[in-house]
């Protein structure tokens, strides 16, 4: 069974930057896109990028687009997204999800979910 497990949240300064990973098992990046999502407390869950199997089409939300960058090694069957000159505005649990085949990857329902991992920005 395809699992998803996400890492790299913390507490970090306005203008910082994260990475978060999210390692895929059961199953392998070849056949699946992988989704970030995004919730803040008292919001809905936002999407924030996502990767598409194949040629690795990446596709960001609008308040994230130019600071964030997602990426995937497929040897280590891990998803990243990269997190520059973050913001208040980006704090909530990100979580990470997998769906196939993964052609199409924004604004489409997926199948896995991690359990999440919470990024807080603020000084």
């Known amino acids: 069974q395809l699992q998803l497990v996400e890492s790299g949240g913390g507490l970090v300064q306005p203008g910082g930057s994260l990475r978060l990973s999210c390692v895929v098992s059961?199953?392998?990046?070849?056949?699946?896109?992988i989704g970030w999502f995004r919730q803040a407390p008292g919001k809905e869950r936002e999407e924030v990028s996502c990767?598409?199997?194949?040629?690795?089409?990446?596709y960001y939300g609008e308040t994230v687009r130019d600071r964030f960058t997602i990426s995937r090694d497929m040897l280590r069957n891990t998803a990243y997204l990269h997190m520059n000159n973050l913001k208040p505005e980006d704090t909530g649990v990100y979580y990470c999800a997998a769906v196939k085949p993964g052609y199409v990857c924004w604004n489409y329902e997926y199948d896995y979910w991690g359990q999440g991992t919470q990024v807080t920005v603020s000084s």
């Open positions: 990767i598409t199997t194949g040629d690795g089409s990446a």
């Open positions: 059961g199953a392998t990046l070849d056949y699946h896109a």
